[in-house]
């Protein structure tokens, strides 16, 4: 079995920023309540670009750094819970956008842990397939599908994308996975599809188009989620906590955070954060945060790695990786 690592990162947040003191020109809120309770100050949000848009614009930084061209890529995966459309795929637009004629394309619907499960879903079908370049990218206009008179959901949410070109590789790479999900514990927070409301259905079943959210429940689920992922990732890797150089967590929270480094023992420091100004952009803020790494310089070969997830789903992921 050959090793697949990440070969390079890129990232495109839309430009217009809203501080929360915009956002409580519209709903009852203030500055002070939502950086208290999240940590979040400012977020990003499209003026129109849709989730194919910013995928691509992602994935352009990244294939630029990768020294790939897009014709040589053998797979795309886009995770993403805001896609265009139902069909087709943003995977295929972005194939499309990019003219990779050579990929099999296709989304994932795994929320905020999509980056993660979309990662080790490629690492396999790049072993399996013999795949030598794959493109994976989160990307979120989560805005999109964001009520915006609710100000328990409206504060937290950010547009964004991430993506990451992956390669076969000599050194370690990906070196394990470990994905999960509650599935029982759905309805904590979800986004509606299509009505049930056809000339057969027994009774109309009409959908919330719109982030509806138990910010209690994923706060009570997350902090073990991401203990949990992060321990169980490490298992018979013979690599200790120790050596992590960093974590890179889901940014949806600081408290989550803060919790999760207590309930594992660590320092703060060794979680890289940036949801202050990002906000949670869901499947993109782990490929943005490593690309602010990357683009800070704070990456060096050999690095290893944590990247932790939770979300919809409920989901939770980690990889440990060797950078
Ligand atoms: C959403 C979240 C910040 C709310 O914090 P909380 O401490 O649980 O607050 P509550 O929902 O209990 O609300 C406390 C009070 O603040 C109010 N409130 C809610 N949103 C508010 C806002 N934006 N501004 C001011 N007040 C607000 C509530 O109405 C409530 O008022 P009440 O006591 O008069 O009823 C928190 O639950 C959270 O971060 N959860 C995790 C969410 C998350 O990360 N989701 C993404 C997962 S991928």
């Given amino acids: 079995?050959?090793?697949?690592?990440?070969?390079?990162?890129?990232?495109?947040?839309?430009?217009?920023?809203?501080?929360?003191?915009?956002?409580?020109?519209?709903?009852?809120?203030?500055d002070e309540w939502i950086v208290?309770?999240?940590?979040?100050?400012?977020?990003?949000?499209?003026?129109?670009?849709?989730?194919?848009?910013?995928?691509?614009?992602?994935?352009?930084?990244?294939?630029?750094?990768?020294?790939?061209?897009?014709?040589?890529?053998?797979?795309?995966?886009v995770a993403t819970i805001s896609p265009d459309m139902f069909i087709p795929s943003v995977a295929c637009i972005v194939q499309s956008n990019l003219n990779a004629d050579n990929a099999a394309c296709f989304d994932i619907s795994?929320?905020?842990?999509?980056?993660?499960?979309?990662?080790?879903?490629?690492?396999?079908?790049?072993q399996s397939m013999k795949y030598k370049n794959a493109l994976i990218i989160g990307a979120e206009v989560l805005s999109k599908v964001t009520d915006w008179t609710d100000r328990s959901t409206c504060i937290l949410f950010g547009d964004g994308a991430g993506a990451a070109v992956l390669k076969q590789s000599k050194t370690k790479g990906i070196i394990k996975s470990y994905l999960r999900a509650d599935g029982k514990k759905g309805n904590a927070l979800t986004i509606g599809g299509a009505d049930i409301d056809t000339p057969f259905s027994k009774e109309k079943i009409l959908q919330d188009k719109y982030i509806k959210m138990n910010g209690r429940e994923i706060l009570r689920f997350a902090v073990p989620a991401i203990a949990e992922a992060v321990t169980e990732v490490l298992k018979d890797t013979n690599i200790s906590l120790d050596e992590i150089k960093y974590i890179v967590p889901h940014q949806a929270n600081y408290r989550i955070i803060k919790l999760a480094a207590e309930k594992l023992k660590l320092n703060e420091d060794k979680f890289y954060l940036n949801l202050d100004k990002v906000a949670n952009t869901s499947s993109a803020t782990v490929p943005i945060a490593l690309n602010e790494m990357y683009e800070k310089g704070l990456l060096n070969k050999g690095d290893k790695l944590i990247l932790v997830a939770f979300g919809g789903g409920l989901t939770y992921a980690a990889s440990v990786i060797e950078w």
């Fill in 110 to 126: 795994v929320a905020c842990s999509g980056f993660v499960y979309a990662l080790e879903i490629a690492n396999g079908l790049m």
């Fill in 36 to 77: 208290q309770r999240t940590g979040v100050s400012e977020r990003r949000i499209s003026e129109g670009e849709n989730t194919s848009d910013i995928a691509t614009k992602a994935a352009k930084i990244a294939l630029e750094r990768a020294g790939v061209n897009p014709e040589d890529l053998d797979l795309i995966i």
């Fill in 1 to 30: 079995m050959s090793n697949v690592e990440i070969s390079a990162i890129g990232a495109y947040l839309p430009p217009l920023v809203v501080t929360n003191d915009k956002i409580s020109e519209f709903v009852e809120t203030n």
